[in-house]
């Protein structure tokens, strides 16, 4: 029931931009924090950002602070991810993740995302 897509993924070269959109159904979208983590190879899934239920707080990792920035639309019950300034390094596959009640937690199937020359 709980479904969450992500789109946006693709070929960027470094220093470019992207973003990354997760739609969410099948539950309260406002009662559920979001989040987006990444994988890449030979590396644990690591998060990126993360956003309450409301939007009223936002947490980044180090790596990305000042080049991602998430937002969330209560609305269309969408959660979105602007990348800037890109690096080999972001290269992965990004998740969108949703954490309800407090509690449970449900992926999405992933987008891939690489940044090369």
């Known amino acids: 029931q709980v479904q969450l897509v992500e789109s946006g993924g693709g070929l960027v070269q470094p220093g470019g931009s992207l973003r990354l959109s997760c739609a969410a159904s099948g539950f309260t979208f406002t009662n559920a924090a979001m989040s987006w983590y990444r994988q890449a190879p030979g590396k644990e899934r690591e998060l990126v950002a993360a956003?309450?239920?409301?939007?009223?707080?936002?947490n980044y990792t180090d790596s990305v602070k000042g080049r991602f920035t998430i937002s969330r639309n209560n609305v269309q019950n969408t959660v979105a991810l602007q990348m800037n300034s890109l690096k080999p390094e972001d290269t992965a596959v990004y998740y969108c993740s949703a954490k309800l009640f407090g509690r449970y937690r449900y992926w999405g199937q992933g987008t891939q995302v690489t940044v090369s020359s």
């Open positions: 956003i309450t239920s409301l939007g009223s707080r936002i």
